[in-house]
């Protein structure tokens, strides 16, 4: 973790871990200002998929805890997916298409 001062007299804390990275902003008063949290998909998921191509885009998760940005792919059967999350595209550890 790295924690920075701020132009303002708050803080920042910033870091990256095996599932992900963060940042944190406090005011100086000590108030939450803004978090932020980019979770890695794991390398040996378990939800492998034949039809899933390429990331497309990234998008942030409305039904998830704080600033949660999951990742959209390509679909050659849905058009678009992405491995957990519903974002409103097709999920794809619940798909029943999904071909390992």
């Known amino acids: 973790?790295?924690?920075k001062p701020t132009?303002?007299?708050?803080?920042?804390a910033e870091g990256d871990t095996p599932?992900?990275?963060?940042?944190?902003?406090?005011?100086?008063?000590?108030?939450?200002?803004?978090?932020?949290?980019?979770?890695?998909?794991?390398v040996d998921s378990g939800t492998e998929c034949t039809h899933r191509g390429q990331q497309?885009?990234?998008?942030?998760?409305?039904?998830?805890?704080?600033?949660?940005?999951?990742k959209v792919f390509e679909c050659a059967i849905h058009g678009e997916c992405s491995i957990r999350k519903n974002v409103g595209v097709t999920v794809c550890n619940t798909c029943p298409d999904r071909k390992v």
């Open 19 to 42: 599932w992900g990275t963060y940042r944190v902003e406090w005011s100086k008063q000590g108030n939450l200002l803004t978090h932020h949290i980019n979770i890695k998909e794991p």
């Open 7 to 12: 132009q303002d007299g708050g803080r920042v």
């Open 56 to 70: 497309i885009r990234t998008q942030e998760c409305d039904l998830c805890k704080g600033n949660v940005i999951v």
């Open 1 to 3: 973790m790295r924690l």
